[in-house]
């Protein structure tokens, strides 16, 4: 009856804050029978009913104080591995934590170097470890983490782990953007409005590289026009970004970008439209504020110089060659991966 009482007090809840496994239920069995059996037993017969059947009634001897308190001192002290929770500190740079064994609903997540309290024993196969959010037990990945008992010469972990960390995991983000140029227009001619301001997307994928440098593919669709004058451009290229704040939620950098420009138009009303080509080159800065781990915004802004090569206008209108120069600031939205 007394073990009958200690498992009902020790009997596990699946949402506790505390991990307790069978083996510490076990232990204590295993300690009070060694006791129970040093203290002796015995037994008192009573009659049951007409039927005059015997049974037999297990009676304890008092416990001696001395003797409760080594086997108290025995548990909090001497086996310190009793207890089902244990320290663990996080390997990987995100690791995930996962609402359910299956890992199939993420929560959320615990940056490198991070020290949890982790249930002892791995779910789901040897794949998580529980954890406590909030109150309520959650999971994370057993790779993602190291344990004070974990043995050194696990070779599963130390394989995975060291494969993990030799395969490159790219990571980037693509953004889509409006953006406004207001430039000035140098083509040695004398033309009524100088002042062109121009209205264009841009489709922006990057990779982010280590040491806070980030590759840039851009594409850019503009156009302008003044009067009868009209100036179109498609713009493709490449560019570089330095991170010059790299938070959470945060980003701020510093880009540059060399842009060819495989297609561009000039026109003069509905009298003639020439083609041409050229390139554009330039630098600013960009700030990116994240909504959350994927969803963010872009605010970018820098100085450009964009260059066409000769068109040939027919008679009686004169061969041009303009280049414009002036500030870009853009907006838009990113999605990062």
């Known amino acids: 009856q007394l073990l009958g009482t200690m498992k009902k007090k020790l ?10 496994s069978s083996f510490f239920l076990g232990r204590v069995k295993l300690i009070l029978s060694v006791f129970i059996l040093q203290q002796g037993l015995t037994f008192q017969t009573k009659k049951v009913g007409k039927l005059m059947v015997k049974s037999h009634t297990l009676r304890i001897q008092r416990v001696h104080r001395i003797l409760a308190i080594y086997l108290l001192f025995s548990i909090c002290f001497l086996c310190p591995d009793l207890w089902a929770s244990q320290e663990a500190m996080v390997l990987a740079d995100r690791a995930v934590i996962y609402s359910d064994r299956e890992m199939t609903s993420p929560i959320g ?39 004070e008992r974990e043995s050194m ?26 953006y406004a140029f207001n430039s000035t227009i140098d083509i040695g001619e004398d033309i009524e409005d100088d002042g062109f301001f121009w209205h264009g997307v841009s489709l922006k994928g990057e990779v982010f590289m280590k040491n806070r440098f980030d590759f840039q593919v851009i594409t850019n669709w503009m156009q302008t026009q003044e009067k009868d004058l009209k100036f179109r451009a498609f713009e493709i290229g490449v560019g570089g970004a ?79 060659k303009p280049s414009f120069t002036g500030i870009r600031m853009g907006a838009g939205i990113n999605y990062t991966y």
């Open 109 to 147: 997540y615990v940056s490198r170097g991070k020290k949890l309290i982790v249930g002892e024993i791995p779910r789901n196969k040897a794949q998580v470890y529980p954890i406590v959010v909030s109150g309520k037990v959650a999971y994370i990945r057993v790779n993602d983490v190291t344990t």
């Open 11 to 20: 009997s596990l809840s699946a949402r506790g804050r505390n991990f307790y």
């Open 153 to 178: 010469d696990s070779t599963r972990l130390t394989a995975e782990r060291f494969q993990k960390s030799t395969v490159p995991v790219i990571s980037g983000k693509f953004a889509v953007s409006y």
């Open 242 to 320: 330095l991170r010059l704040i790299d938070a959470r939620r945060f980003l701020l950098r510093l880009e540059a970008q060399l842009l060819a420009i495989p297609y561009s138009s000039y026109a003069v009303g509905e009298k003639f439209r020439v083609n041409s080509y050229g390139y554009s080159a330039g630098a600013g800065a960009t700030t990116t504020i994240l909504f959350n781990e994927n969803w963010g915004m872009d605010l970018s802004a820098g100085v450009y110089r964009t260059a066409m090569f000769s068109f040939k206008a027919p008679d009686p209108f004169e061969e041009i």
